[in-house]
């Protein structure tokens, strides 16, 4: 029912009752006491007779407000309306928002807004070595698990990011835009030319990750040499970065027993690898059946035109469109060890 309204230019006779008898009406419908169904009786005394134009018999017009006091009637609304308000809301809300995300992919070349992971998983999946990546004495001696794959039934893939060579400012601003999540894998030897790019990284929520002080191929060195290069590169990542970090990723995927003992006694909890590896203008895979997996990490590196037919932003693109089409979000891989 709409409130009845006003007109001035009606003659107080006439107008006087129909608006005293709207606003009784809306009175008792507000106020609960018209809840029987039964029509209110025009009459102030329920004789069916109509009320003086005044409430003081005097003709004057009634006072708008139940209270005489010229105030419109407040209409209060049922127990539902606030809850009802505040879902139109969180509607209006998501509505906007993922608007905005649309015109951000747009900007950034996609087609499709990349999908959202869920929630970090409450309780993290036990990590183990993959089958036919352990070394001697993997479990014995509590060595750093090598593996390809988390263990979930979360439709989410992990985006790793190697090396540090290539410090394109538009790939942090998309990522950031695109709201991102993926892990850097860091060489000193690619990095120290430019630390200040990394913290960047670092300060818009990226994690930084250990890949050692030169980028050798390990199991040619002995394990001094390899804890000086693991170990090492903690120092560095502490002194420049803040934190010593758990997750350690050998170069080239090479290992033996030496490099994971090596990497336990720096503090290493993880040696993750990669089941994908995407560029500008194509994808590898290490399974045969050429498919994303609940849980793949896919590698990519920090290298621009002077190494690949493309640039970061071009992986990027190829990356998203990959994922998104075959409905994986991206999550953070630190989320799950």
């Not at 009752?17 to 809306?26: E, F, Q, T, W, Y």
């Not at 993750?272 to 990490?297: K, S």
């Given at each position: ?7 001035d230019?009606?003659?107080?006779n006439?107008?006087?009752?129909r608006?005293?008898v ?6 008792l ?9 039964a ?29 005489g006091?010229?105030a419109?009637?407040?209409l ?17 809300r998501?509505?906007l ?13 996609l087609?499709?807004?990349p999908?959202t992971p869920p929630?970090?998983?409450a ?13 001697d004495?993997?479990k ?7 593996f ?20 394109d ?49 390990l199991?040619a060195?002995?394990y001094?040499?390899?804890k000086?290069?693991i170990c090492?590169?903690?120092?560095v990542m502490?002194?420049?970065f ?7 990723r050998?170069?080239y995927g090479n ?8 990497a ?5 909890r ?5 089941n ?14 050429r ?27 190829r990356?998203l ?5 075959e409905g994986?979000a991206?999550?953070r ?5």
């Amino acid at each position: 029912m709409r409130p009845v309204r006003q007109n001035d230019k009606t003659g107080a006779n006439g107008a006087g009752v129909r608006r005293g008898v709207g606003v009784l009406a809306l009175v008792l419908l507000a106020s609960g006491c018209a809840g029987t169904g039964a029509a209110p009786a025009p009459g102030a005394d329920g004789t069916g007779a109509a009320p003086a134009p005044g409430a003081d018999g005097t003709g004057a017009a009634p006072a708008p407000g139940a209270d005489g006091t010229g105030a419109a009637p407040v209409l209060r609304a049922g127990p539902q309306a606030a809850p009802a308000r505040a879902l139109a809301a969180y509607a209006s809300r998501l509505r906007l928002a993922q608007a905005r995300r649309a015109a951000v992919a747009r900007r950034w070349g996609l087609a499709e807004v990349p999908l959202t992971p869920p929630a970090p998983p409450a309780r993290k999946p036990v990590v183990q070595a993959r089958e036919g990546f352990e070394v001697d004495g993997q479990k014995e001696l509590g060595l750093p698990p090598v593996f390809t794959t988390v263990p979930t039934e979360d439709k989410v893939v992990f985006l790793t990011v190697d090396d540090g060579a290539e410090k394109d400012p538009a790939f942090l601003r998309m990522m950031s835009d695109l709201k991102i999540p993926y892990t850097a894998f860091l060489s000193d030897f690619l990095v120290e030319d430019d630390y200040g790019y990394f913290r960047r990284m670092r300060d818009r929520g990226v994690t930084l990750d250990n890949h050692t002080l030169h980028h050798p191929y390990l199991p040619a060195l002995s394990y001094a040499r390899q804890k000086r290069e693991i170990c090492g590169m903690q120092d560095v990542m502490e002194k420049q970065f803040g934190r010593r970090p758990a997750v350690f990723r050998p170069p080239y995927g090479n290992y033996d027993q030496d490099t994971l003992r090596a990497a336990k006694s720096c503090g290493i909890r993880y040696a993750p690898l990669w089941n994908e590896e995407v560029f500008p203008d194509h994808w590898e895979y290490r399974e045969e059946d050429r498919e994303l997996h609940p849980g793949d990490i896919v590698l990519t590196h920090f290298q621009g035109r002077g190494q690949w037919k493309g640039t970061m932003p071009d992986v990027v693109r190829r990356f998203l469109r990959t994922v998104t089409a075959e409905g994986y979000a991206v999550a953070r891989l630190e989320d799950y060890l």
